[in-house]
């Protein structure tokens, strides 16, 4: 990473912020992207305790703002070799009151972005020897039916997709250019705080299913959760290694496909699933 430049969207909390801070301690110039300005501006001046980096406020879901965001990155720093998408937002309720706005924002945000930040940096990345972008999916990548989140799992799914795929693209012509898919079980970061970002014309649900299941998951995350630290390690490992799926928490990621797998050989009913696994 010594003289490497990375670029890390979602950088001023959570998985990003520690992302940030270990490339910067291991020699990296960064450049961290994120909505909220205050909070970039805080994270900015913490980080640069730890090397040379700035901060570009974005809008991950408007490929404008992510051209913007490369821009700028050449202009200070003249290359890119590491990209993380790892903006991410969450929103729902149950699935006839999650109007098309909410559908939306999430989209935009969680798949449309990471799409946006390949699409935008890896012509920049395949100018290098080596480059890597590492996608933020999440365990919801691989287990459906958690109440009230449809949105976000369906968001998740289509991040793997499009990961999976663009890596055996890039692998089958032998581009410099690898994929890895980060799919974090539970962290403590902010994440069940992310309607503060959400657009003013998106509907909070108040519905008692979703109440509950946001109760339920800060729960478990404060239970269980991993710190965003163990994660940026397990990052930097995987972009060293080359290893494409980091999973924080594998067996909830393995539990998923065995789910479906056996669902697909039997020809059960897929069924919801149980909270923590
Ligand atoms: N925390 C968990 O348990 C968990 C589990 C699985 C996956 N994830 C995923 O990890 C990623 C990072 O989230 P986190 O847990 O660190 O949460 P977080 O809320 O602490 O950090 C997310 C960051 O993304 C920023 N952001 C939101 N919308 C944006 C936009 N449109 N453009 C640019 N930046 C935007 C936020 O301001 C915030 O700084 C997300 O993709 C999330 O879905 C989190």
Not at 38 to 47: F, P
Not at 80 to 91: F, R
Not at 163 to 168: F, G
Not at 169 to 181: C, I, K, P, W
Request: net charge negative.
């Amino acid at each position: 990473m010594t003289g490497k430049v990375a670029v890390v969207t979602g950088g001023a909390s959570g998985m990003g912020y520690a992302m940030a801070e270990k490339f910067l301690t291991a020699g990296a110039k960064v450049v961290i992207a994120d909505i909220e300005q205050s909070a970039l501006d805080r994270a900015v001046a913490e980080l640069s305790a730890h090397g040379e980096v700035f901060g570009v406020r974005t809008d991950v879901s408007s490929e404008e703002s992510v051209q913007a965001l490369a821009d700028a990155t050449i202009e200070r720093f003249g290359a890119v070799h590491v990209l993380c998408n790892n903006a991410g937002v969450e929103t729902g309720g149950t699935f006839g009151a999650i109007e098309a706005r909410s559908w939306r924002w999430v989209m935009d945000v969680n798949f449309f972005g990471v799409l946006n930040g390949c699409r935008v940096f890896l012509p920049l990345l395949e100018q290098q020897e080596e480059g890597h972008i590492v996608n933020t999916a999440s365990v919801a990548a691989f287990n459906t039916g958690t109440a009230t989140m449809t949105p976000y799992a369906t968001s998740k799914f289509a991040v793997l997709a499009l990961t999976e795929s663009l890596d055996i693209e890039l692998r089958a012509r032998d581009a410099s250019v690898s994929m890895h898919l980060l799919a974090p079980g539970p962290v403590k970061t902010r994440m069940v705080e992310a309607e503060r970002n959400k657009p003013v014309d998106v509907h909070v649900s108040q519905e008692p299913e979703r109440v509950a299941q946001m109760e339920n998951l800060a729960r478990i995350t404060a239970e269980v959760g991993l710190e965003p630290s163990a994660v940026a390690d397990m990052v930097y490992d995987a972009i060293q290694s080359g290893t494409f799926f980091i999973l924080t928490h594998p067996e909830h990621a393995l539990t998923g496909v065995r789910k479906r797998l056996h669902w697909m050989e039997t020809g059960e009913a897929p069924a919801p699933r149980v909270a923590g696994t």
